[in-house]
C-alpha cells in the first residue's frame, strides 16, 4: 500500500509563498498522474494541481498562475509552489494520485494571514 507524506505547510502573510512536498512509499512513475488537493474547514476536498508522469499539468481555475506543480520521479516526490498566497488559501493540502487516490494521508496545513 502506498504511503503519502505531505510537509512544508506553515503559517504565512498574505502575498508569502510556501512549498510543499509529499514524498511516497512507492514509484510515482508507476502511480501516474499525481494531484494536490485542499480542504477548508466547513468546505469539501477540492483538487488544486495534477501533473502526469510526463509532466502535463492543470490548475484549479482559483490558482490563476500563483501555483505550480512539479514532480521528481526519481526521488518519488511531489511539490507544489504557492506563491502570492492570499487568505482564502487557507487549508490542509493533500497530495494523492489522480484519478484513483489511495487513502488520504495527513495533509500539510497551511495558513494564510491577512
Known amino acids: 500500500q502506498v504511503q503519502l507524506v505531505e510537509s512544508g505547510g506553515g503559517l504565512v502573510q498574505a502575498g508569502g509563498s510556501l512549498r510543499l512536498s509529499c514524498a511516497s512509499s512507492?514509484?510515482?512513475?508507476?502511480?501516474?498522474?499525481m494531484g494536490w488537493y485542499r480542504q477548508a474547514p466547513g468546505k469539501q476536498r477540492e483538487q488544486v494541481a495534477r501533473i502526469t508522469s510526463g509532466g502535463n499539468t492543470n490548475y484549479g481555475r482559483f490558482v490563476k498562475g500563483r501555483f505550480t506543480i512539479s514532480r521528481d520521479n526519481a526521488k518519488n516526490t511531489v511539490y507544489l509552489q504557492m506563491n502570492s498566497l492570499k487568505p482564502e488559501d487557507t487549508a490542509v493540502y493533500y497530495c494523492?494520485?489522480?484519478?484513483?487516490?489511495?487513502?488520504w494521508g495527513q495533509g500539510a496545513q497551511v495558513t494564510v494571514s491577512s
Open positions: 512507492g514509484s510515482i512513475f508507476s502511480i501516474g498522474a
Open positions: 494523492n494520485a489522480w484519478p484513483n487516490p489511495f487513502p
